[in-house]
């Protein structure tokens, strides 16, 4: 038995080490499909702030009117002229969140700005590489031993022998 949980620790290491140092090439992907995404969300916004300019009106003014008016329509757009511009920040902040977060904290920043669907577009489209990030090795490692640990306690409890009874009575 002791010889299946050390092939098992073997293999959660060498996974852990393997897809850690793979996280860089990812996040790098995710921030590039981040930044295309931005970028568009910002030309549509910018439409959005030069058209309402040509009237003199502000993008909330501009939105008002829309609202004002009693087509259903046209005020429908005062609403996706708003979430355009409202994305916009949104994206820009994410955006601005991993451009300055420190290379190691690069994927927990990723995580907690994700975009799920840029996400998704991303991870369909990756493809692992042969480049290894030692650093993101290292921790692979760590996270596939503590994984390792945690299971090993898991089976342990769930399939645990009962203890033998002692013989109590010994011959003398």
Known sequence: ??????????AFIACGAV???QLPQLV????????GA???AEAAHRQDVNEARAFGLTLEGFAE???ASQDRAVQAGAERMLQRRDRAEQLDEAH???AAAPYLLRPWVA???????IAEATWSSFRPTLTLDIRFGIA???VGWILHVLLSLLWRLLFRRPPKEKNRFRRA
């Open 1 to 10: 038995m002791k010889i299946f949980r050390d092939l098992f620790l073997i």
């Open 19 to 21: 897809g850690g140092s």
């Open 28 to 35: 790098q992907e995710y921030e590039q499909r981040l930044g």
């Open 38 to 40: 931005r970028d568009e």
């Open 65 to 67: 009117r829309y609202r």
């Open 96 to 98: 601005a969140a991993l």
């Open 111 to 117: 995580f907690t700005h994700l975009e799920t669907g």
């Open 140 to 142: 692979g490692i760590l």
